[in-house]
Nanobody, 126 residues
Framework: QVQLVESGGGLVQAGGSLRLSCVASGGTFSIYRMAWFRQAPGKDREFVAAISRSGATTDYVDSVKGRFTISRDNAKNTVFLQMNSLKPEDTAVYYC???????????????????WGQGTQVTVSS
């Protein structure tokens, strides 16, 4: 099992930017597929972005394409989510997720990840 700790959330005005970080400990980071999910009040948890073990492959939900960028630094056991042009509808608790995999593939469904962080709140004001 790996422990995940997110940081970087906060309150920002619409059009602003935030950079989320997720530091992993207790495992070999380079063998984990990683992803970001979010959950707004009263809504189901939603896939946001995913990245393969090497970082060569990424995937995004349509609503954030062109605005968010997922990346990872395997030497620092960290995955990032750079969020630009934020909108009020991006307001949610953002969760980092991980799963050991021997493959380069990535997945959008939450049941493909078995390690979760505690979440970090992102609030975008209009």
């Amino acid at each position: 099992q790996v422990q995940l700790v997110e940081s970087g959330g906060g309150l920002v005005q619409a059009g602003g930017s935030l950079r989320l970080s997720c530091v992993a400990s207790g495992g070999t980071f380079s063998i984990y597929r990683m992803a970001w999910f979010r959950q707004a009040p009263g809504k189901d948890r939603e896939f946001v972005a995913a990245i393969s073990r090497s970082g060569a492959t990424t995937d995004y939900v349509d609503s954030v394409k062109g605005r968010f960028t997922i990346s990872r630094d395997n030497a620092k056991n960290t995955v990032f989510l750079q969020m630009n042009s934020l909108k009020p509808e991006d307001t949610a608790v953002y969760y980092c997720a991980a799963r050991i995999t021997p493959y380069e593939g990535i997945y959008r469904t939450s049941n493909q990840y078995n390690n979760w962080g505690q979440g970090t709140q992102v609030t975008v004001s209009s």
